[in-house]
């Protein structure tokens, strides 16, 4: 939907429709469902802030990349960006994460997870 979206109007319009709904949505869900401390916003990192820039990224990067190379291939590229970020935050506990060091077998995983893209690309 974003794609045909973005498609009709630009990704700066597509971007907006989607997070401000998105936005509406959450707050909807606070309103009605509650369950949010508000107290431990203060204690939050400033990079955990950056959280809605990096998906304004990732939008801009699939609005860019889904026309011209497919679903499929925008996806797989997607998911070995993700596995790889997540390698590195494990390995390092950045963020907050506990520490997983970087094994053969998560290499693995991810090598295969590159075979998988690769091979969508044919």
Known sequence: MSGAMSQRMGPLGSSLVIHLGG???SALLILFLGGVNWQAMKSLPVPYFFAGLFGVILYFSFSYTLPRVGVAVTSS???LTQMCIGLVLD???W???PVH???FLRLAGVGSILLGAFLVTK
């Open 101 to 103: 060091p970087v094994s």
């Open 23 to 25: 936005a509406i949505i």
């Open 95 to 97: 963020l907050g994460a």
């Open 91 to 93: 390995n390092y506990g």
């Open 77 to 79: 590229l997607l998911i």
